[in-house]
């Protein structure tokens, strides 16, 4: 059996499935559609009532991942499992998460581009000035429809990769 190293795996593997359903997580986002996540990812959810660049949970700085603009108080932080130790993150956002299952056949690729065009709006998506434009729509992994309703499924590999070289 070939050995799986630690770097190559993937935190979106734990992404499973009971009978053609997903347990995910709905994350809400400003100025873009909310995030779709696997609910296996999140390790905890904090209330936080102050802007972060960086989070301090069990002995660990966490860079952060903001989801709101400038102007809007965050009110929880969610710590999400990396493929390291090194790698694990938060996203710093306010308003109601909800966990269902999904069905796969539920979930339509989207285009995009459609929901992320405006250059106005995909600047006020940017982590703090971490990412351009053009950069944050590379770290999307894509976006998805379910019963008519646009999500984003972050690559949070690329993310949290990102997160930790700028800190270093």
Do not use: C
Request: net charge negative; hydrophobic share 40%.
């Amino acid at each position: 059996m070939k050995q799986i190293l630690r770097h190559s795996f993937e935190a979106v593997s734990l992404l499973t499935t009971n009978h053609g359903m997903l347990d995910v997580t709905f994350i809400p986002a400003f100025n873009q559609p909310d995030w779709i996540i696997p609910s296996g990812l999140i390790l905890s959810i904090e209330d936080t009532h102050e802007r972060a660049s960086s989070y301090h949970w069990q002995q660990q700085v966490l860079p952060v991942f903001d989801l709101l603009t400038q102007e809007q108080t965050p009110d929880k932080m969610i710590i999400l499992e990396g493929n390291t130790i090194e790698h694990r993150m938060a996203l710093q956002t306010s308003g109601q998460l909800y966990q269902r299952q999904v069905g796969i056949s539920d979930v339509k690729d989207t285009d995009r581009q459609a929901y992320f065009a405006d250059s106005d709006s995909a600047d006020k998506i940017t982590a703090e000035g971490r990412f351009t434009a053009e950069g944050m729509l590379s770290y999307l992994f894509q976006t998805v429809m379910i019963e008519d309703t646009v999500y984003v499924v972050p690559d949070l590999e690329k993310i949290a990769h990102q997160l930790v070289e700028m800190d270093s």
